[in-house]
Each structure stands twice: as C-alpha cells, then as structure tokens.
C-alpha cells in the first residue's frame, strides 16, 4: 500500500507561480511511476504530467512550456512547480501514484485526496 498526501495549495493571482508536493509513504520501493492529475468544476480528470522512475516525463498540453514535475532522489516525494498560472488552470489537484505488476500485466493506481490551486485576481 502506498498513501500520498499533497500540499502547497491555494489562491495564487494569474500570471503566479505555485509549487505543489506530494509525499509518498508505504511501499514506495513498488512504485513505478507518479504524476499529477488535475479536475476542474464540471470536467473530468485530465493528466497534467507524470515522470518514471527512469526520469521519463511526460506533460498534458496545458502543462506543456508552464509546469515542471520533478521527483526527489528518494522518490518519496513528487513536486509540480506552475508558473504563469491562467484562471482555466483552477481545479483539484491529485497526486498519483503506480504499481505495474508485469507478471500479471496489471497496475494498481494510488491517488491523494486531492489539493484546491484556485487562480483568480
């Protein structure tokens, strides 16, 4: 098991910058890949980025040029630094976190239970 819990939320003015993170605890030797996912007010749940243990990192087009996602060396926490943050990037922020067992071709999702980052003036 795995539990995640984030901070760094809250009200920031557009055009700020805010950092989230997310800390890992459990059985994190079993992770395999964690990443930012986003839900605003009527929308579902959209990928913001995800990194590998490798380092590979991948962004959704509204993080692409704006967030950096990075991952300590212990891997127990997961940062997402926003900068020239826009109104439309209001929403519930969650960390996730996954498990591949190759054996058996499944995955088990972990997720935080999310963090507020309104954007407004």
């Known amino acids: 098991q795995v539990q995640l819990v984030e901070s760094g939320g809250g009200l920031v003015q557009p055009g700020g910058s805010l950092t989230l993170s997310c800390a890992a605890s459990?059985?994190?030797?079993?992770?395999?890949?964690m990443g930012w996912y986003r839900q605003a007010p009527g929308l579902g749940r959209e990928l913001v980025a995800t990194?590998?243990?490798?380092?590979?990192?991948n962004y959704g087009d509204s993080a692409k040029g704006r967030f950096i996602i990075s991952r300590n060396a212990a891997k127990d926490t997961l940062s997402l630094q926003m900068n020239s943050l826009k109104p439309e990037d209001t929403a519930v922020y969650y960390c996730n976190a996954i498990e591949f067992n190759l054996s058996t071709m499944s995955r088990v999702d972990y997720w935080g239970e999310g963090i507020l980052v309104t954007v407004s003036s």
């Open positions: 459990g059985s994190i030797f079993a992770i395999n890949m």
């Open positions: 990194i590998t243990n490798g380092g590979i990192i």
